[in-house]
């Protein structure tokens, strides 16, 4: 329990450092919804009294005034409020996204190729989509919950009067009846408390125990509905797509069916026991006034507080259950951000600053092995270069190419040998200042379900003309005249969210690369989808981009390579033959000539 609350207020802090206004104006919203009841029954209380004891029709109208005139202050400050939080809770779903891909980038790549890290990614943003996890309902049922606890402060405080109220029943006297009543409304409190935390624990274990079902259910829905996939299933397999609608239909039914033998028995109880508490309030504040000197107004005012008691009250242990048994995403997130920091202190201490513009990248004998593999993957490795050259790994799939610029970019260490930056090895660099030189765009590169601009700039906040300029760099004028960089990539976050296709992906990727503005420049084949002749026109467009910078372009189409100035083939992570385009097809022996000639029929370069 004392790690669940840790983490309740971990999360707590972690929203509130991302949106600071976000509490407060969902808090706001929750106590106007609550005293609102109040406030008009407050007024009502007056209006009938007036009616009854001062038959003053003036006095009357200005009640009715006020009570209008506060309902109405109060409706509006709640609309208010209400779009307030909607902007919030967008702004903070953003700002999650965002810090998890911060996160992502600080985290020792090796978690990252692990199947464990991508399970926690995708439970994480299943949960994310779910009901209770969401952080939007845990920042609503913080709201209710202090929103409910005021109202029972207040509500309990009007209702003071009425315990203290004059009575005498055929010898029972004030204290005895309010004796009776106080005990007899926590009883039925505390069983109805009972009957709904067991119905949330119960839906909870329900849910862990459907949460597999979930995943099928969620894995055929992307079949069905997803827009991106959807065209394949269609083109090549209705039988598939017809029997995924049977399969979700099927699971669906087991999911409601469990779902509402727990949930919806707790419901019915819990509403059968609310009215019985409705009957005993009405009934003792009946009596009290039949026998006792309560006016018609105060009649109305404590049956209507008191149950405002047991309904917050009901709601209160609700929202905070809900929170509590939501713990789960907290668990997750929480372990997933404690990965990072662990890591990110390693590189403490070591914070040789690379400061120098001009660089030089040797790898001295590296060889490397994946952490789980005999095999090696990189087989000493000697090479150089320098600021104003460009380099080209080229060879076929499986050479080694990527795993090379993931021991350059520190995603892994080198099992033996070293590489140097200006004759430093890497690793002694401080890890953020190293990364900043680096400009890199990856085969699997993502963009993210955020604006145009936020994707280039990998940030919230950004110069709006240096975006443009780096988007219209890569050849994306048209583009930017046509869509906004405010405008939504995908549809996950804005339902106006434009679709893009294969190269505008691509070429975004690359304009996020420009912005960076790094020194060096990778591009690990992010054109592979394209024809060799696209892939050749973006290298050489890139090239004339990036001028006098350093940059290693990765392909398996030697085509793409042919303008670098030297050229490193690799071949079973061993680094056959390095030299100009002109050198290695020179050498008609060589493993070089003998790829180009394989693939030169398939295009011609000129
Ligand atoms: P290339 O980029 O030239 O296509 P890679 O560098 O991706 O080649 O892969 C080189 C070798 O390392 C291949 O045999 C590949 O199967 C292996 N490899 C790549 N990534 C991993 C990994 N995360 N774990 C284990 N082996 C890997």
Redesign the pocket.
């Known amino acids: 329990m004392q790690a669940k609350i840790r983490r309740i207020c971990w999360f707590y802090n972690y929203l509130l450092k991302m949106e600071p206004q976000y509490f407060k104006s969902i808090i706001l919203y929750n106590l106007i919804t609550i005293t609102n009841p109040l406030v008009s029954l407050y007024f009502s209380k007056n209006i009938i009294n007036s009616i009854f004891e001062a038959k003053d029709l003036p006095e009357v109208m200005v009640y009715v005034g006020q009570m209008v005139f506060f309902n109405l202050l109060m409706m509006m400050a709640g609309g208010y409020l209400q779009s307030r939080n909607q902007y919030y809770t967008l702004s903070l779903s953003k700002q999650h996204i965002m810090e998890k891909a911060k996160k992502l980038m600080e985290i020792e790549y090796y978690h990252i ?1 692990t199947d464990k890290l991508q399970n926690t990614m995708s439970e994480l943003q299943y949960l994310e989509t779910t009901g209770i996890h969401n952080f939007s309902s845990f920042g609503k049922n913080v709201g209710i919950f202090i929103g409910n606890l005021t109202g029972i402060v207040i509500s309990t405080y009007f209702s003071i009067a009425f315990l203290k109220a004059d009575f005498d029943y055929r010898g029972f006297s004030n204290g005895t009846i309010n004796f009776m009543f106080v005990i007899l409304f926590i009883l039925l409190n505390v069983l109805s408390f009972n009957i709904i935390s067991k119905s949330n624990k119960e839906t909870g274990q329900a849910s862990n125990e459907t949460n597999h079902i979930f995943r099928y259910v969620r894995s055929y829905l992307n079949i069905i509905y997803n827009y991106r996939v959807g065209k394949d299933i269609r083109l090549y397999n209705r039988a598939l797509a017809d029997n995924v609608g049977e399969v979700y239909r099927g699971k669906m039914s087991e999911i409601y069916t469990s779902f509402w033998s727990v949930y919806g028995k707790g419901i019915i109880k819990s509403e059968l026991l609310s009215n019985l508490l409705s009957v005993v309030i009405s009934l003792f504040v009946g009596i009290k006034a039949i026998y006792g000197t309560i006016s018609v107004g105060e009649i109305m005012l404590y049956i209507g507080t008191i149950n405002l008691i047991s309904t917050n009250a009901n709601e209160m242990v609700r929202s905070l259950s809900v929170i509590i048994s939501s713990d789960l995403y907290r668990e997750k997130l929480y372990r997933f951000m404690e990965l990072n920091s662990l890591v990110k202190n390693e590189d403490e201490g070591l914070i040789q600053k690379a400061r120098d513009g001009r660089w030089e990248i040797e790898f001295k004998n590296v060889s490397f092995k ?4 005999n ?1 090696y ?2 087989k000493n490795i000697n090479l150089k270069i320098k600021t104003g050259e460009k380099l080209a790994l080229v ?10 610029i ?1 021991l350059l970019l520190r995603l892994y260490k080198p099992t033996e040998g070293q590489i140097t930056l200006n004759g430093s090895n890497i690793s002694n660099y401080q890890y953020d200042d190293y990364l900043d030189i680096f400009s890199v765009v990856f085969q699997d590169f993502r963009l993210l379900s955020l604006t145009l601009g936020e994707n280039v700039a990998i940030s919230s906040e950004y110069h709006y003309e240096e975006v443009k300029k780096s988007l219209q760099k890569v050849g994306l004028s048209e583009f930017i005249e046509k869509h906004d960089l405010n405008t939504y990539l995908y549809r996950e976050l804005n339902e106006n969210g434009m679709e893009i296709s294969g190269g505008e992906a691509q070429k975004i990727a690359m304009a996020r690369a420009l912005h960076k503005k790094g020194q060096i420049i990778i591009l ?2 992010p054109t592979a989808a394209l024809d060799p002749i696209s892939e050749h026109e973006i290298y050489s467009r890139f090239n004339e981009l990036i001028g006098e910078n350093m940059a290693i372009y ?1 392909s ?1 189409r030697l085509s793409s390579c042919c303008f670098c100035n030297s050229i490193c083939v ?1 071949h079973d ?1 061993v680094l056959l033959q390095q030299g100009s385009h002109e050198e290695l097809l020179s050498d008609v022996e060589g493993k070089y000539h003998q790829l180009w000639t394989s693939q030169a029929q398939y295009y011609k370069v000129s």
């Open positions: 190729e994946y952490p789980d593999s095999q993957a990189l060879g076929t799939n499986g050479s080694g190419k990527t795993t090379l993931k690990d084949e990765i398996h690799l992570g």
